[in-house]
């Protein structure tokens, strides 16, 4: 039943990215921080979150270019936590954020379709078109929910090969050199940024 909340909670949220809102609450350090308390883990969810912006802060959308979606991230990660060690939550959250920013990207071409239709209603005059946008907000929540859902049962099914020693020390190198990695792309953007500014 938590996960099942988890998940719808995580899907709302997510409706802040794009469809609506924009106040932020959709960044990860906030989404996994939130989650984390609900599934029962604050001080993880909270450092899952704090790892995913680092990363995601990265990537820069300029123009059409999606970014990995950094709710679906904290949500998998949260959703995982318990069930497998959290250095492979983070990465596993972080390649469901990679992979659900190409699934985004076909959701917003869907999404023009409802653009188009607003249009028309108001060029004609008619300007009832809230039903519209809501069916629009339905379809990003339901994907967003079923793919939610899809990876963490995926990667549940897999916790008994995925709590293995090898697999923890692995993913715990491997968390650490992606946050140096990070860590260090962040430090030469920003030194760049000092410099041209100087």
Same mark, same amino acid.
């Given at each position: 039943?938590? *996960?099942?909340?988890?998940?719808?909670?995580?899907?709302?949220?997510?409706?802040?990215?794009?469809?609506? =809102?924009? =106040?932020? $609450?959709?960044? /990860? #350090?906030?989404?996994?921080?939130?989650?984390?308390?609900?599934?029962?883990? /604050?001080?993880?969810? =909270?450092?899952?979150?704090?790892?995913?912006?680092?990363?995601?802060?990265?990537?820069?959308?300029?123009?059409? *270019?999606? !970014? /990995?979606?950094? *709710?679906?991230?904290?949500?998998?990660?949260?959703?995982?936590?318990?069930?497998?060690? /959290?250095?492979?939550?983070? $990465?596993?959250?972080? &390649?469901?954020?990679?992979?659900?920013?190409?699934?985004?990207?076909?959701?917003?071409?869907?999404?023009?379709?409802?653009?188009?239709?607003?249009?028309?209603? $108001?060029?004609?005059?008619? &300007?009832?078109?809230?039903?519209?946008?809501?069916?629009?907000?339905?379809?990003?929540?339901?994907?967003?929910?079923?793919?939610?859902? +899809?990876?963490?049962?995926? &990667? +549940? #099914? &897999?916790?008994?090969?995925?709590? #293995?020693?090898?697999?923890?020390?692995? #993913?715990?190198?491997?968390?650490?050199? !992606?946050?140096?990695?990070?860590? *260090?792309?962040?430090? =030469?953007?920003?030194?760049?940024?000092?410099?041209?500014?100087?």
């Amino acid at each position: 039943m938590k *996960t099942l909340f988890v998940i719808v909670l995580g899907s709302l949220i997510n409706l802040d990215n794009v469809s609506a =809102f924009q =106040f932020l $609450i959709s960044r /990860p #350090s906030f989404v996994a921080t939130i989650l984390g308390y609900i599934a029962g883990y /604050p001080l993880e969810g =909270f450092l899952i979150g704090l790892l995913l912006e680092l990363v995601i802060l990265d990537f820069s959308p300029i123009g059409g *270019t999606t !970014i /990995p979606n950094g *709710t679906a991230s904290a949500v998998v990660s949260v959703l995982l936590l318990g069930r497998i060690n /959290p250095y492979l939550c983070f $990465i596993i959250g972080l &390649f469901a954020g990679e992979l659900y920013s190409y699934i985004e990207k076909y959701l917003r071409i869907f999404r023009n379709l409802f653009n188009r239709l607003v249009e028309r209603q $108001i060029s004609s005059y008619d &300007f009832n078109f809230g039903k519209l946008v809501i069916l629009s907000m339905l379809c990003d929540f339901i994907v967003f929910a079923i793919y939610s859902y +899809v990876v963490y049962f995926v &990667f +549940v #099914s &897999f916790s008994g090969f995925l709590n #293995s020693n090898y697999l923890l020390n692995v #993913s715990r190198v491997a968390t650490l050199g !992606i946050l140096f990695v990070t860590l *260090t792309s962040l430090y =030469f953007k920003f030194k760049n940024q000092v410099r041209k500014n100087a």
